[in-house]
Structure formats: C-alpha cells, structure tokens
C-alpha cells in the first residue's frame, strides 16, 4: 500500500464462499462483483437510536440489501429507481491505504451501486452533510482518487428534501411486482393518466381505486407515470405518462455530480 496520495490502494471484501479476501484494488475493481457480496462489516449498532440496522428489499435485484440507518435507506429509494443502476449492495468492500505518515487507514463505504455501462459508485449517507468530521473528509479525498482510477465515481450523498423522501417512501411501499396487477389493470392504468389529470380521478375512471391505487403506486415508483415528487403526494396530485425525471430533483441519478 502507498500513501493516500498514492495509487496501489488494496481492497478487502467478503468472497462468495465467506472467506475474507485481501487484493490490489486495480485487480478488484475488475475481477469482483461486488453487487453480489455481503458486508464486509456490520452495521454498527447505536443506543438510543430510533433505526437500526436492517434489509432493503430492492426491486432492481430481487434481493435484500443490508442498510444501516434511515439516511440509508432513503439514498436507497432514489438508487433503486434509477434505470441505470442493475446492482446494489450494503457495505461489500474496505478499502486500506497508508497516510502521508505511513500509517495504515482504512473506510467502508455505505453502498456500491453498478451501472448498467458496467461502471460503479461507491457512496456514504450521511445524515448531515458534517457526519463523520475531519475522517469521513479524509477519506472522501482518498476514495474519489481510487474511484477515478477505476473509471467509477465516489459520492457523499446529501439528505433528501423531506417531502421527497416521504413521497419516495411512500412509493416504495408499493415496489414489489405483486402491485403491478393484471396486464389488463396495468394497461387500463397507462391509458387512464394519457394526459395529466389527478390521481383519484384517474384511479377511479379504470375502477375500484382499492384495487388500481396499488397499481398506479407502482407505475409511478418505477418512472412507468409521473408526477410532482417535491409536493406532497395525494389525492389531487396530477399524474401522467409524460417523460419526468424518474428520481425528482434532489434524488441523485448515480452518476451525476454530487
């Protein structure tokens, strides 16, 4: 390992047989899918804190991700919508370097998002963009160098804006296929909101809307309707088939610059 100035940066990750493994970050970045591992590292676990450690459900995978607090969790919603993120996992890799007095430093990285170009992100939540102090800035220089050298990118996502995270919670409830519907109920819901009218207006033209809600909650959480994400979701909210941001501004797609 070389200094955090330096280049030969090393990974440690958990391999799929659980053997803790040591390698050449330039070789990992290549070699290692990291979507598919588990932490390399728990979640710590706070007293008095009112969320804890837990699983994501993640839509785009079919599979859990391990997430460990609520900041977490609403980066979750936003990556877990973007079309072009295909992979996500919770805490898969350390990355060690020595700093400029020779000492070994190490930081694990909340979550790994793969692109679907083939290209990552490694990113860190924190609840307020201050969380970690001199450490987590320390090591946000390091990782955005490695991530560089990788062609991947490295991100310290900013909170969402509460009512977007409300709303992006909301809809998450409503991420699993199960409350697609029917094809029949699924096309009848696309034809309703053809052009922009309020959400109860359009569920109750295909039905019962106990039935249809489930289902245009769905379409919008998967980008399939749109609407206004940063004004609160409800029954008057105009919802279409127009093209929208899928994410809403101020949910990061995984590349973009933050």
């Not at 990992?28 to 837990?54: D, H, K, M, Q, T």
């Not at 400029?100 to 083939?118: E, H, I, N, T």
């Not at 969402?160 to 699924?186: F, I, M, Q």
Request: aromatic share 6%; with cysteine.
């Amino acid at each position: 390992m070389q200094t955090d100035t330096g280049s030969a940066w090393e990974a440690v990750f958990v391999d799929p047989v659980g053997q803790v493994v040591q390698q050449r970050w330039a070789d990992a970045v290549l070699a290692v899918a990291f979507e598919e591992l588990e932490p390399v590292a728990a979640f710590p676990v706070v007293p008095g804190r009112r969320w804890g450690p837990g699983q994501w459900w993640s839509a785009t995978t079919g599979r859990h991700v391990a997430c460990g607090s609520a900041a977490m969790r609403a980066q979750l919603t936003v990556l877990d919508r973007d079309p072009e993120v295909v992979g996500l996992a919770g805490r898969p890799v350390r990355l060690l370097w020595r700093d400029a007095r020779g000492q070994v430093r190490s930081w694990v990285p909340q979550l790994f998002a793969r692109r679907r170009d083939g290209t990552a992100v490694l990113a860190d939540c924190p609840s307020r963009p201050e969380a970690g102090g001199e450490r987590a800035q320390k090591a946000a220089r390091v990782l955005e160098a490695a991530c560089v050298q990788a062609g991947w990118s490295y991100r310290r996502l900013e909170p969402l804006e509460k009512t977007l995270a409300a709303n992006l919670k909301w809809l998450a409830g409503y991420r699993h296929p199960r409350n697609a519907g029917r094809p029949p109920l699924a096309a009848a819901v696309h034809e309703a909101f053809a052009q922009p009218r309020p959400l109860v207006e359009g569920a109750e033209a295909v039905g019962d809307p106990i039935e249809v809600l489930p289902a245009v909650f769905h379409a919008l959480w998967h980008g399939k309707l749109t609407t206004d994400l940063e004004t609160p979701l409800n029954e008057r909210a105009l919802v279409s088939t127009g093209a929208g941001r899928v994410n809403g501004r101020g949910g990061p797609r995984s590349g973009d610059g933050r």
